[in-house]
């Protein structure tokens, strides 16, 4: 237990360091991007206007209420004072809006999006690997090979490709949006039933680009495990092979459970390109436009998020493995 301590308090260290580090670069970077994001603002807001004085007042004011006429270091120290009671601001090009608002308002859509992506992706993969390592024929020669190929195309170009085919030529599925644009989102059935039609695009581009890198790794570990001496002993014994794949699923499914619980951790970002493609309202929609508008709070925000779960997936599998993973316990010992 003692070794255990020892090994959780270094993780946990290592993990609060990458948190500070990114949460300084999080601030940091979205400022380093050129241009005035007030002037974009002020200029919005006083078009048509002559008065000099009058602009320049408008122009004090914002730049007052988003602090960025004091320096670079108060600025952040602000943001961390903010950040501990759960404040990451005003947006930029949403004001007043905060960020927090727009954040728990886009997220459901991408987890709403990513979570069943994720999870149907990984089922049918590793069944796909199994039945590929095992029965070989048609899943190995033809399945195998195509979904190996589609998961080589990067995920904005399949995007494209599904939206030009389905929506375009075939014109079976709208192309864009989470739902009809002459629509107000309420729990209605014609409502549910619009944000389904444009469901299908973004969740079957993710699932099948998916599929073919869970399925290469079942593959690998299904034809490792038939060839250990287990698999032998009980073709030896006469099993039947619907129990001895089952065996064989439950030893090279254990790495795949990791991969799952990483994907299941970068979900919040996982699928930024594929949401802006389908101008999904996600958190990809809104960190695309928070860049065009040069919005630093949402921009911080949204990377912040997307840190934070990757963070949090990575630790969560430490704590499991330094549990269960006798390497890790006879490596405590020594």
């Known amino acids: 237990m003692k070794s255990y301590r020892k090994y959780m308090t270094s993780k946990i260290a290592w ?15 979205p400022r380093l991007i050129p241009g005035n994001p007030v002037s974009t603002i002020v200029s919005k807001i006083t078009s ?23 320096p670079i270091w108060d600025q952040f120290m602000i943001y961390v004072s903010n950040l501990f009671h759960g404040n990451m601001g005003t947006s930029f090009g949403q004001y007043p809006r905060k960020v927090t608002d ?56 399949f995007a494209i490709v599904m939206v030009w085919l389905f929506a375009v030529a075939l014109k079976i599925a709208p192309a864009s949006g989470g739902y009809a ?11 549910f039933l619009s944000v389904l039609q444009h469901y299908q695009l973004p969740f079957w581009s993710i699932v099948l680009v998916g599929i073919g890198g869970q399925s290469l790794g079942m593959r690998e570990m299904s034809i490792y495990e038939l060839n250990a001496d287990y698999v032998k002993y009980c073709r030896l014994l006469g099993l039947r092979d619907s129990k001895i794949v089952k065996y064989v699923f439950k030893n090279a499914v254990l790495p795949q459970i990791t991969g799952l619980a990483l994907s299941l951790g970068t979900m919040v970002g ?16 809104v960190l695309f436009n928070a860049i065009a508008a040069q919005d630093f709070p949402l921009i911080s925000g949204c990377t912040l ?4 779960g990757v963070l949090v997936a990575n630790f969560l599998i430490d704590i499991a493995y330094g549990l269960i993973d006798p390497r890790i316990k006879v490596a405590q010992r020594e």
């Open 181 to 191: 644009f002459d629509m107000i989102p309420s729990p209605t059935f014609s409502f």
């Open 15 to 29: 993990y609060v360091l990458t948190f500070v580090v990114a949460v300084f670069l999080n601030f940091l970077l």
């Open 305 to 308: 998020l997307i840190t934070t």
């Open 102 to 157: 727009i954040l728990a308002s886009s997220i459901v859509w991408t987890i709403g999006l990513q979570l069943p992506a994720i999870i149907v992706s990984w089922i049918l993969g590793n069944v796909l690997g199994v039945l590929a390592a095992y029965i070989k024929k048609g899943f190995d020669r033809i399945l195998f090979p195509v979904f190996l190929f589609i998961s080589c195309i990067p995920s904005f170009g």
């Open 270 to 285: 996982g699928a930024l390109i594929t949401e802006i493609v389908f101008s999904y309202p996600g958190l990809g929609s």
């Open 48 to 70: 048509g206007m002559a008065d000099t004085n009058s602009i320049k007042r408008v122009y004090e004011t914002f730049e007052k209420e988003f602090g960025l006429n004091k």
